[in-house]
């Protein structure tokens, strides 16, 4: 009988640089898993981002690129171009999405590019110092808002999601969580969902995963799990977006 926590082969048994209670540790877990069962290991390409998952490739035992930060999709896109066969998959912050490769996203989605991205949202920018994010909340504190967000100023906390999803090339957007049990087993069903539709021809999915980051939220990992169920859903709301 496999053990509940038995490492998946994907996943690389060692020592992880992500601060406690961070989400990105639970997502690789999932990948890894999905990955596994799916039996694609071999013909997986990721392409990490910049970030706090610069160093994903770290972690993940199967073929990895990097790219410019922003730049992740444009770089995705020509690895499946240029090799239709392979499962390439983009793995990006808030930063990397929806800040400096806002651009780069939109024209992917619209294009149809049978790719799939992962974009790990936890409202604020965790490698260089907790700077205001354009997922940022109103009223949230950063290094760069340090009264809170004001609209006035700052303008909205973006929903990519949604935005994403008004374009025809997007055939499946979703937003999931990792803040407890049952969420992270809809969080996998997701990522799944999402990988067999590239393996299927069916185009651009997106999985967006609203994940902690206690370190710049201020809060012990307990209490940043419990802040996605109290505030992120709230103006970020779970569930299927888009699924054709």
């Not at 999905?34 to 770290?58: K, N, Q, S, T």
């Not at 940022?136 to 929903?159: A, E, F, W």
């Not at 990519?160 to 999931?176: D, F, H, N, T, W």
């Amino acid at each position: 009988m496999k053990k509940i926590f038995e490492r998946p082969a994907s996943l690389k048994n060692v020592p992880t640089h992500y601060c406690s209670g961070c989400g990105h540790s639970i997502v690789h877990r999932l990948l890894c898993e999905v990955i596994d069962e799916l039996g694609i290991r071999e013909d997986v390409i990721a392409v990490c981002p910049v970030g706090c998952a610069v160093i994903a490739y770290e972690y993940w035992d199967f073929d990895c690129s990097e790219a410019p930060h922003g730049r992740t999709p444009c770089v995705a896109t020509g690895i499946k171009r240029t090799h239709p066969d392979k499962i390439v998959f983009s793995y990006q912050g808030d930063g990397d999405l929806a800040a400096i490769g806002t651009s780069e996203i939109i024209h992917t989605a619209n294009r149809g590019e049978n790719i799939t991205v992962f974009f790990i949202n936890n409202g604020v920018y965790g490698m260089t110092n907790g700077q205001m994010a354009p997922t940022t909340l109103i009223g949230q504190k950063t290094s760069t808002s340090i009264k809170g967000r004001d609209p006035v100023r700052d303008g909205y906390p973006i929903k990519m999601s949604e935005l994403l999803a008004q374009l025809p090339g997007a055939k499946y957007i979703e937003r999931v969580t990792v803040s407890n049990p049952a969420n992270i087993l809809k969080a996998k069903a997701a990522i799944r969902k999402a990988l067999k539709n590239q393996m299927e021809g069916k185009g651009f999915s997106l999985v967006e995963v609203l994940s902690p980051c206690p370190t710049y939220w201020g809060l012990s990992p307990k209490d940043a799990y419990r802040r996605i169920d109290d505030e992120l859903t709230k103006h970020f709301p779970l569930g299927v977006i888009k699924d054709i």
